[in-house]
């Protein structure tokens, strides 16, 4: 009797979950599977990590990916030639640029440009280092300028003392080592060569937390996630007050000029698979929670922004708003339409 009763359950639940399944087809609600994958920016990674670990809770059938190779390295991968070894997503600490856009109509790939949050470049030094608070723009100009004689701390400054200046950047292929050289240095790949670089930011915190004299550069957030260990430095323009990026300098622009938009590239192709559309979705309805989480730490967009980005792929607009050269340096709410808070 007992095993009857378990027979019949175990057919009762069988039908029950045969005609769940059935009715969440009848309603499109079948449950996505399959891959994303994801490659690019160390700066975006944390973002796009962050959501692949909250997503797999809900998706479980969906594996998602983030590799870590720059944003540049990211690109390459985007538009492979062989449509079997490109990316989905590609992480992008800056916008695409023109020699990546010819790229991509080389290769025939269409995609969809979606910023997704707001970064500051974090300059720290040696957590012993107790003689420099603050370095100004032309200051940083002056260290990473191609041909630089400067190798001591005694020369960046008077006052400073005389110890070994040891350097520490995100490597070439990297969307951060681009924002910053064009940014302080005025020329786009315009650097001095003998530093040590690398994609991964977490090798970098290593580097300067483990040297007296090293300064380096990287996202805001892997500083976040490691002051203990380091000192955090105010950046200047000219005569005005230092300014440390924090939450509330990003957002509101007054730490200037190394806050900058993140961005992720979506294949227009694969956006259209459910697996990618669940996981671009899952991001997008949740960013705020996702971009602020204590794992990530960077500067969410508004509301609006956010849902005008969104209209994008539900639209399928391609291409880069940066083709246009007039467009650099404006914002994103006069580029994508929507309002910052």
């Known amino acids: 009797m007992k095993s009857a009763l378990r027979n019949r359950g175990m ?11 059935a009715t969440n087809a009848a309603h499109g609600q079948r449950r996505p599977h399959g891959k994303v994958k994801i490659d690019g920016s160390s700066t975006v990674a944390p973002i796009t990590m962050a959501a692949a670990e909250l997503f797999r809770v809900q998706q479980p059938r969906v594996q998602v990916t983030v590799g870590i190779s720059g944003s540049g390295g990211g690109f390459k991968k985007f538009l492979e ?19 990546e856009l010819s790229r991509a109509a ?6 969809i440009e979606m910023p997704i949050a707001y970064d500051g470049i974090a300059v720290v030094v040696h957590p012993s280092n107790n003689f420099c608070e603050s370095l100004t723009v032309a200051e940083l100009k002056t260290i ?17 003392p005389d110890l070994p200046l040891k350097l520490y950047a995100p490597g070439t292929d990297s969307g951060t080592f681009d924002y910053f050289v064009e940014t302080v240095v005025g020329k786009a790949k315009s ?11 977490n090798v970098l915190v290593q580097g300067v937390a483990g040297d007296r004299g090293g300064l380096g550069y990287f996202g805001f957030s892997y500083y976040e996630a490691n002051k203990a260990r380091l000192n955090l430095l105010g950046i200047s323009k000219g005569e005005s007050k230092p300014v440390k990026p924090s939450l509330s300098t990003i957002r509101d622009g007054s730490y200037s000029p190394l806050s900058r938009p993140l961005f992720v590239y979506v294949n227009a192709e694969a956006s259209q698979r459910p697996e990618v559309k669940a ?7 949740d960013a705020k929670r996702i971009v602020e989480h ?12 956010y849902q005008a980005i969104w209209s994008r792929l539900e639209n399928r607009v391609t291409g880069s708003v940066y083709a246009d050269p007039r467009n650099k340096g404006k914002g994103l709410p006069e580029l994508y339409g929507g309002k910052d808070e």
Do not use: Q
Request: hydrophobic content about 40%.
């Open 144 to 160: 990473w300028a191609p041909g630089s004689k400067i190798n001591n701390w005694k020369d960046v400054r008077p006052g400073f």
């Open 81 to 99: 030639k062989r449509p079997d070894l490109r990316t989905d997503i590609s992480d992008a600490s800056r916008p695409i640029k023109p020699a």
């Open 294 to 305: 204590p794992k990530v730490n960077y500067v969410a967009l508004s509301d609006e922004l």
């Open 106 to 111: 080389e290769v025939g790939v269409e995609f």
């Open 279 to 285: 996981f671009l979705r899952f991001i997008f309805t």
């Open 191 to 201: 650097c001095r060569s003998d530093f040590t670089p690398s994609e991964d930011d």
């Open 11 to 21: 057919s009762l639940f069988v039908g029950v979950a045969v005609l769940l399944m």
